[in-house]
């Protein structure tokens, strides 16, 4: 017995172990595609790169590229990554910094002092180190803003195609998602008897006033600012006697003003349609479709996702939505693992889900992101002329410091 419930934790705690180790693996691709995404744009515009690099910190491994004199580096810290163009953080005064304190030797063989040989004359002669090209292009601010431009969305473009692939990889094999009437697990109801006017128990619910519905903020969207008594139409697909997928239209009648206090708010939408709060909850279920529904959905559910994202920011910034609502890179982890850890379908939704996150949030304008620096080229071209670089520089310096420390702030309160 005792035996039986050691191996059970043992179990559990591994899986917890994978789970954790399969979301830095989902974090730290997302990061590694969204930096490959700036150098691929780099390297076909033609920026000078100095080093590419997957995580932070000290390095585990470093090569240098005896073709381009790039330098590819596997560092300690497995939450970030960069790309060095060269000249990026500095003024145009400047003189062009190298990366490296030894530039253009070889970084993974002997890396001790070259000794001295005797040869056959009795010459002494150094043992020759590979000499590396210096990397080739032009330093990042000496291109032209349009550029520089493409190269920064270039980033956040990769990190969505890839949660586009994801997508369609998921409702390909799956189903594509929609909203579900279900019960709540536990909850002492027995489920009523359906009728043509009424939503009920495992119903699919496919769209409200003719807005599609995927997610459960979509709910909030497509009632909100309506008022008790109104009328709203719900495309429906239910189960007919022969346990056939039928779809229905119903006109309901709404229950109660529909005023939300934020997008987290499902019980006004619940009461609205006449779903008792206590007892249902609108669960997530995949459905099969033909192949063109299918790339349409993932375009479509991306979309959702990445306005859920703006949306809640908004409603952050308004005070609509609490920090505690919020999660910084450890919640992020937690919540990833166990979505990770609960087979391939969790796995690609989490994934997918994070891709769009980190594109829309990489794009906003917030100092130290790429959307800030597009902003800054943007002006530049306007203006024919380029914000002081030193005050740039302080910007995003002073972003950076902020964005780590509301990062631990979050996560700080969801420990408290």
């Not at 190269?151 to 990190?159: D, E, K, Q």
Request: aromatic residues 10%.
């Amino acid at each position: 017995m005792y035996l039986t419930n050691y191996l059970l934790a043992f179990s559990d705690v591994m899986k917890s172990i994978g789970g954790v180790i399969l979301a830095i693996a989902i974090l730290l691709a997302m990061v590694t595609i969204h930096e490959f995404g700036h150098y691929v744009a780099g390297k076909i515009l033609g920026f000078k790169i100095n080093e590419f690099a997957v995580g932070f910190g000290p390095a585990l491994f470093k090569k240098r590229s005896k073709k381009t004199g790039e330098l590819f580096a596997l560092r300690v810290v497995p939450l970030g990554g960069y790309c060095a163009f060269d000249g990026e953080d500095e003024d145009d005064e400047e003189e062009p910094k190298q990366t490296d304190e030894t530039p253009f030797e070889e970084i993974n063989g002997d890396t001790e002092s070259p000794e001295k040989e005797q040869n056959d004359g009795g010459r002494v002669a150094l043992n020759e180190e590979p000499d590396y090209p210096e990397p080739k292009g032009k330093r990042f601010n000496d291109q032209p803003p349009w550029k520089r431009i493409i190269v920064l969305i270039a980033g956040a473009t990769m990190n969505y195609l890839l949660a586009l692939l994801l997508l369609f990889i998921m409702f390909g094999s799956y189903g594509c998602i929609h909203s579900y009437v279900a019960i709540y697990e536990g909850a002492n109801a027995t489920p009523p008897a359906m009728t043509e006017e009424t939503l009920g128990y495992r119903d699919i619910v496919l769209s409200v006033d003719n807005k599609d519905i995927y997610l459960a903020t979509d709910y909030a969207d497509a009632l909100s600012g309506k008022k008790q008594g109104e009328t709203v139409v719900v495309e429906i697909l239910r189960k007919n006697d022969e346990g056939e997928w039928k779809e229905k239209t119903l006109t309901l009648t709404l229950q109660t003003d529909c005023k939300f206090a934020n997008m987290t708010d499902m019980k006004t939408a619940y009461t609205a349609l006449g779903l008792d709060p206590e007892t249902y909850a609108f669960a997530s279920v995949m459905m099969k479709e033909g192949f063109f529904e299918t790339i349409g959905s993932a375009f479509v559910y991306s979309g959702k996702i990445g306005g859920t994202v703006l949306r809640s920011l908004g409603e952050l910034l308004t005070g609509r939505l609490g920090l505690d609502a919020m999660g910084g890179p450890v919640t992020t982890i937690k919540i990833t693992s166990q979505a990770a850890a609960g087979g391939a379908l969790s796995f690609l939704n989490i994934a997918a889900f994070i891709g769009v996150n980190l594109a829309v949030f990489n794009l906003l304008p917030i100092p130290a992101l790429d959307g800030c620096k597009v902003i800054f080229c943007i002006i530049e071209w306007i203006r024919k002329k380029p914000v002081n670089r030193k005050v740039e520089a302080m910007i995003h310096f002073i972003g950076i410091i902020f964005l780590f420390g509301f990062a631990i702030l979050i996560d700080l309160l969801q420990l408290f």
